[in-house]
C-alpha cells in the first residue's frame, strides 16, 4: 500500500498584509492596533523592537514616529479582492484561507509552466503587477497547504506569528535550508522538494501548527507538549499517533499529522452532497453590501442548521453571486478550524465587499440576484449532548445561536466573552475573548484554571469594579502640595493628601511591582496605591515612569 501524502500546494502571501491593505509601504513605521494591542507592525516597525501583542503605549514608546491604524479586516478582504481575481489568470481553483493569503493545488498550473520553480516566479509576478502600494511578495511550494505556508514565512515572519514560544527555535529554522537537503530557496520562492516536507518542518516550532489550525485546543496541546519539552514539530512526528491521539485526542492528531508533512486530515473522495448548499434569491436586484450582507447571514445560519443536522463541519466554503445580467462570480474560502455560522457569514460580507466596492472596472455591472453558499469540503463535526438538569440547554444553544448571528453582522471580534486568566493587577486578570472562538456549552466556565496563583505582588481584595483601558495621569499630592513618590525600596514619601483637587481622606499602600526584571525591553516597575476622597469614592492608582495614572475605580 502506497505511503500516505499531501497534495501538492502553492500558499503565496503578502507579508504584513494589514499594513499594505492601509495604504502604507514596509519602509515605513506603522502600527495596525486592536483593543490597545499591536495586531500587525511594518518592516520598520518591526525593526526597532515592535512585536505583535505589545500594547499601544510600549509600541510608541519603541517606535515614537509609528502611524497608528485600526484594525479592519473587511478593509483588508476587499483590498486584497482584485489580487486574488488576477490570479485566476494562473489557475481557477483559488483558495483564500485569510486576506493576504491564498493557496491552491500544483497539478495542472505546474506541470503548465515547466515545473514548481517557473511556476512560484509566474505568482509573484502577477501578484507583484497587482500590488499597490508595492511590497513583497512570498510564495512557498510543498506538500500539503502547511507546509508550503512555513515555506512561504521567512524567519522574521517566524518570529511574529509564534512571538515569544519560538524563542531559541527562530535561528534553527533559519538554517533549515541548508539542513533540509534539495529544498531551493530565493528571496520571494521556496521549493519544497517532494516527500520532503517532515524534514523541512522539522525545527518548526509546535505553535506555529497550531496557529494554523486555529482552534483553541490545538493551542493547549500545543503549550503542553512544550512544557513536555516537545517544542519543534520534529520532536512531536517522532512520537506514536496512537499515543498522541490517546494522550490529547483529535487536537493531538491534527498537530501529529501536520508535524509528519500531511495534511490535517486524509483527503476524503466524497463531495458534500449538492442539498447542502444553501441559495437565496434577491428580488429587486441589489448593489449594496449591507442589504446583502444581511441575506448572508440568514444563509449562514440556514447553512450551519443544514451541517449540524447531518452532523457536519465546513472547512472550505464557495461563495457565488449572479447579477441581472447573468454574470457569475465565485470565491472559496478556507479555515481548517471549521467554519461557524459567524465564520460563514463575515467571510460572505468580506467577498461581497470585494465584489462590489473594489475597482470599477472589476465590479459586477448589474445589481445582484442571487447568493449560493456551498460547502465544497465538509469533515465529521465534534458533538455535543445537551443536559436534563444543568449542563448546556436549547436556551443555551439559542443565545449561542443569537451571537454568531449578532457577531455576523457586526464582526466576529463585536462580541467578547470574559475569562479570569489571573495576574497582578485589576486589567490582567481578566481577558475578553471573541464569542466564536470559545465553545459556550454548558461546561465551559469564565475561569481559567490555575489562575489563583501565585502573583507576587498582586492587588489585595476586593477587586475594583471599573478598570480603565487606558490610565488618565493624575496628580497625587502630600500635604505640602509635593509630588508623592514611592522609593525603589518600595517606601512612600508621604502620606497622600490631595487628589487634583479632591482632599484624599484615606489611603493604603504602596504595593510595589516590578515584572519582568531580566528582559530590559519589557520590564516594568510599578507602585500602586488606594485612595478614598472626600465624596466617597475610591480608587485605585499606579505610579509607573515617574507618573501617576487612575487605573481603576471602586464602588
Known sequence: MPSERAERTVVARIPDWPVVAAGHRGDEPV?????????????????????????????????????????????????????????????????????????????GPSRFHGGDGPL???????????????????????????AAACAAL????????????????????????????????????????????????????????????????????????RRLG???????????????????????????RLARGLDPRPLATRRPA???????????????????????VALADGLHARLARDGLACLRLGIEVET??????????????????????????????????????????????????????????????????????????????????????????????????GGRGPGDRVATLPAASVDLGGERTVVRPDTTGPWPGRLPAPSPALVFADPEPVDLLDAADRPVRVDGRGLISAAPARLGRHPVVGWAGPWPLVEQWWDPDRSRRRARVQVVLGDGTAHLLTLEGGTWHLEATYD
Request: glycine share 10%.
Open 230 to 256: 516537545l517544542g519543534t514539530l520534529g520532536a512531536v512526528a517522532t512520537l506514536d499517533p496512537a499515543d498522541v491521539l490517546g494522550r490529547f485526542g483529535d487536537p493531538g492528531t491534527l498537530l501529529h
Open 120 to 146: 512560484g516566479a509566474r505568482v509573484v509576478e502577477v501578484l507583484a503587477a497587482t500590488l499597490h502600494p508595492p511590497g513583497p511578495v512570498r510564495v512557498g511550494i510543498a506538500d500539503g497547504a502547511f
Open 31 to 107: 502600527l495596525v492596533l486592536h483593543a490597545n494591542r499591536v495586531v500587525a507592525a511594518s518592516a520598520a516597525a518591526r525593526a526597532v523592537g515592535v512585536t505583535e501583542g505589545l500594547r499601544r503605549r510600549e509600541a510608541q514608546r519603541r517606535c515614537p514616529d509609528a502611524v497608528l491604524v485600526p484594525a479592519d479586516p473587511a478593509r483588508d478582504a476587499r483590498v486584497f479582492e482584485p489580487l486574488v481575481g488576477a490570479l485566476e489568470a494562473v489557475t481557477p481553483r483559488v483558495e483564500v484561507t485569510q486576506p493576504g493569503t491564498v493557496a491552491f493545488g500544483t497539478r
Open 154 to 225: 521567512s524567519t522574521t515572519d517566524l518570529a511574529g506569528a509564534a512571538g515569544e514560544r519560538a524563542s531559541g527555535v527562530t535561528e534553527r529554522a533559519s538554517g533549515v535550508t541548508e539542513r533540509a537537503s534539495g529544498v531551493v530557496r530565493t528571496d520571494e520562492v521556496t521549493v519544497v522538494p517532494p516527500g520532503r516536507a517532515a524534514a523541512f518542518l522539522a525545527p518548526w516550532p509546535v505553535a506555529v501548527a497550531a496557529d494554523h489550525l486555529g482552534i483553541p485546543e490545538a493551542e493547549v496541546a500545543a503549550d503542553v507538549l
Open 274 to 296: 449538492p442539498e447542502l448548499a444553501v441559495a437565496g434569491e434577491v428580488d429587486p436586484p441589489v448593489e449594496r453590501v449591507d442589504h446583502l450582507a444581511f441575506r448572508a
Open 324 to 421: 441581472e445580467h447573468g454574470e457569475v462570480r465565485r470565491r472559496s474560502w478556507r479555515h481548517e478550524g471549521g467554519l461557524t455560522a459567524a465564520a460563514v457569514a463575515e467571510r460572505a460580507r468580506w467577498q461581497l465587499d470585494g465584489w462590489l466596492t473594489g475597482p470599477v472596472a472589476d465590479r459586477p455591472s448589474a445589481g445582484i440576484t442571487r447568493i449560493l453558499l456551498d460547502p465544497e469540503e465538509v469533515v465529521p463535526a465534534r458533538g455535543r449532548q445537551l443536559g436534563f438538569w444543568g449542563g448546556e440547554t436549547r436556551l443555551d444553544e439559542g443565545a449561542a445561536r443569537a451571537l454568531a448571528r449578532v457577531a455576523a453582522l457586526l464582526g466576529t471580534d463585536a462580541v467578547t466573552v470574559p475569562e479570569l486568566v
